[in-house]
Nanobody, 122 residues
Framework: QVQLVESGGGLVQPGGSLRLSCAAS????????MGWYRQAPGKQRELVTF???????YYIDSVKGRFFISRDNAENTVHLEMKNLAPEDTAVYYC????????????????WGQGTLVTVSS
């Protein structure tokens, strides 16, 4: 069974930085895209950034130049470096992986992590 496990959330002051990590566990053969979504209180979950297996990236406008996504295909991990954080970045951040294939031939269209809370406050 494949799972996504996130780490790295916490409380940070405005202007501060945090690094989120997500590791996919299990007998994984390949993962297509990996990304991060977030859900702020009272709002819908939104895509923040994703990265393809080839390294192409996408960011929503509000995080461009502040957030940086990276992945290690050999380790099946994805990271999110967040800089110059603002109160509006406060949310639960979810790791996402799509088109996951295991070494036993099982496939998962989409997987989600359990979420990690990021709070930006003074």
């Amino acid at each position: 069974q494949v799972q996504l496990v996130e780490s790295g959330g916490g409380l940070v002051q405005p202007g501060g930085s945090l690094r989120l990590s997500c590791a996919a566990s299990g007998s994984i053969f390949s993962i297509n895209g990996m990304g991060w979504y977030r859900q702020a209180p009272g709002k819908q979950r939104e895509l923040v950034t994703f990265i393809t297996s080839g390294g192409s990236t996408y960011y929503i406008d509000s995080v461009k130049g502040r957030f940086f996504i990276s992945r290690d295909n050999a380790e099946n991990t994805v990271h999110l470096e967040m800089k110059n954080l603002a109160p509006e970045d406060t949310a639960v951040y979810y790791c996402n992986a799509n088109r996951v294939v295991t070494t036993t031939g099982d496939s998962y269209q989409e997987l989600w992590g359990q979420g990690t809370l990021v709070t930006v406050s003074s």
